[in-house]
């Protein structure tokens, strides 16, 4: 395990934008603020989402898009630094109006609603690519 130790940094919380990507507006907000570390949770409802699932023998990500309205019971992730940009790795759990779950990955998702929580910390956090999984993971 690597692991470096964090500072203590700003706290936020925030309200989504009606019908902007959950995912795209968490990275804009990190870029407007200088954010280069953070956690964040959040919860609202989505008219669509799409979620991808990484096929630990293939190491690609499959894709499964929901073109529905759904409620996002949990979407928890953290932010850092992927090439020139900032990536908000988002996950989330999804719930149709029976109560049945879908989630995973979040791709995209169209907000209808949405609240968060955001959590800096005083760190520079960096992707790399990692051999063995083929994923962008943490350089500690
Ligand atoms: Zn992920």
């Given at each position: 395990m690597d692991y470096q130790r964090v500072e203590d940094g700003r706290e936020y919380v925030a309200r989504l934008e009606h019908g902007e990507d959950w995912r795209g507006q968490i990275e804009s907000f990190a870029e407007t603020e200088g954010i280069d570390a953070a956690f964040f949770y959040g919860?609202?409802?989505v008219s669509d989402a799409?979620?991808?699932f990484y096929d630990q023998d293939d190491k690609e990500y499959y894709?499964?898009?929901f073109d529905e309205p759904l409620e996002v019971t949990t979407a928890l992730g953290n932010i850092s630094h992927?090439?020139?940009g900032r990536f908000a790795h988002t996950h989330?759990?999804?719930s149709r109006p029976d109560g049945s779950m879908v989630g995973g990955h979040l791709d995209s998702a169209t907000v209808f609603a949405?609240?968060?929580y955001v959590r800096e910390f005083g760190a520079h956090l960096e992707r790399e690519r990692d051999e063995v999984t083929?994923?962008?993971l943490w350089n500690l």
């Open positions: 919860l609202g409802a799409t979620v991808l894709a499964e898009r992927l090439g020139d989330a759990t999804l949405g609240e968060m083929d994923l962008d």
